[in-house]
């Protein structure tokens, strides 16, 4: 698939099916099954999360629930500026919930300190995350990740849902992209 578009497969499939087993395991740990304030509420981020999230919640041996959100930051399409608008809102109010955040990438990691902000005001029982990706710029930024899959160089990256103008998404691994692919 995409032949001669990928310069080079940076986390195999493999690699990320073992990550989401250890990080499935560990998080599994941090939440009691039957507690009152219900299942785990994953919510993932649209639309880069989802393969993540849908492997991450069947590695998971605990029932957990899904919620998604779409937010879209102003700025180009590569580099995202801090100022988030919300395309999708959350289906159900999740007070009193524990919540997990679930994104593909940290980048600047602005798109994310927004989102838990807002979530918080929504007053869940427990706000966390978990990222499968997460760039160097990220630890600019103040915001608390407890669970990150794998740290990566600051290079554009796509797969595992992740897209560049809306393609690759469907690839197994994290891959580079050639430069013509950009128009280089
Ligand atoms: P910030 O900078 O707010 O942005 O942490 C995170 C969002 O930026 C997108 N992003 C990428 N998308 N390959 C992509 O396909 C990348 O290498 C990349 N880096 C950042 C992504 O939408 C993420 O949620
Ligand atoms: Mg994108």
């Given amino acids: 698939m995409y032949e001669g578009d990928i310069a080079s497969v940076l986390i195999s ?9 250890e990080l499935a395991g560990i998080i599994a740990e941090r939440y009691p099954v039957g507690a009152p304030e219900g299942d785990l509420l994953l919510v993932g981020v649209l639309k880069g999360a989802v393969f993540f999230m849908t492997d991450l919640a ?7 629930q899904m919620e998604f959100m779409a ?12 100022v988030v608008r919300i395309l999708k809102d959350l289906d159900k109010d999740i007070a009193g919930r524990h919540v997990l955040i679930v994104e593909d990438i940290i980048d600047s ?13 929504r007053n869940p029982a427990s706000l ?12 600019k930024v103040d915001v608390e ?4 899959g794998f740290d990566i160089p600051d290079e554009f990256v796509v797969g595992y849902g992740l897209d560049y103008a809306e393609r690759y998404r469907d690839l197994p691994y994290i891959g580079t992209l050639e430069p013509t692919v950009y128009g280089g």
Avoid: F, H
């Avoid at 499939?13 to 087993?21: L, N, P, R, S, T």
């Avoid at 069947?58 to 957990?64: D, N, S, V």
């Avoid at 966390?128 to 630890?139: F, Q």
């Fill in 58 to 64: 069947r590695a998971l041996p605990i029932p957990t």
């Fill in 145 to 148: 990740v407890a669970n990150v």
């Fill in 71 to 82: 937010v879209s930051s102003y700025g180009s399409s590569t580099s995202s500026s801090g």
């Fill in 13 to 21: 499939e493999d690699q990320i099916q073992d990550k989401i087993a």
């Fill in 109 to 121: 990691g602005l798109t994310l300190s927004w989102l838990m902000r807002n979530l918080r005001t």
């Fill in 128 to 139: 966390e995350v978990v990222t499968l990706l997460r760039k160097p710029d990220a630890i």
